[in-house]
Nanobody, 123 residues
Framework: QVQLVESGGGLVQAGGSLNLSCASDNALDGYSMGWFRRPPGKEREFVAGISRRGSREYYADSAKDRFTISRDNAKAEVYLQMNSLKPEDTAVYYC?????????????????WGQGTQVTVSS
């Protein structure tokens, strides 16, 4: 069982930046990792994903050119650098892990989830 803990959320003005972190006491090098978010009143949606060794990255259209996912397997941590934030980025952000075959974009493919961290972008 992989335990994931997100941090780094908060309140930021539009145009600002935040860097989310996801940490685990387990080694993460055997897991694909992803970030998802649940905006108020909406379903959870894919934001970004990264392969086990970090050689491939995947982004939702809403995240391309503004967000960057990265990982440090030695530290068992995954990051989401978010720049040029918009009010519509307001959501609870979740870290996810999966050790099996995966469609990164499909929320139902991911087995392990953190508790989430709130990101609020004010206009």
């Amino acid at each position: 069982q992989v335990q994931l803990v997100e941090s780094g959320g908060g309140l930021v003005q539009a145009g600002g930046s935040l860097n989310l972190s996801c940490a685990s006491d387990n080694a993460l090098d055997g897991y694909s990792m992803g970030w998802f978010r649940r905006p108020p009143g909406k379903e959870r949606e894919f934001v970004a994903g990264i392969s086990r060794r970090g050689s491939r990255e995947y982004y939702a259209d809403s995240a391309k050119d503004r967000f960057t996912i990265s990982r440090d397997n030695a530290k068992a941590e995954v990051y989401l650098q978010m720049n040029s934030l918009k009010p519509e980025d307001t959501a609870v952000y979740y870290c996810a892990a999966e050790d099996g075959p995966l469609d990164y974009y499909n929320v139902y493919n991911w087995h392990y989830w953190g508790q989430g961290t709130q990101v609020t972008v004010s206009s």
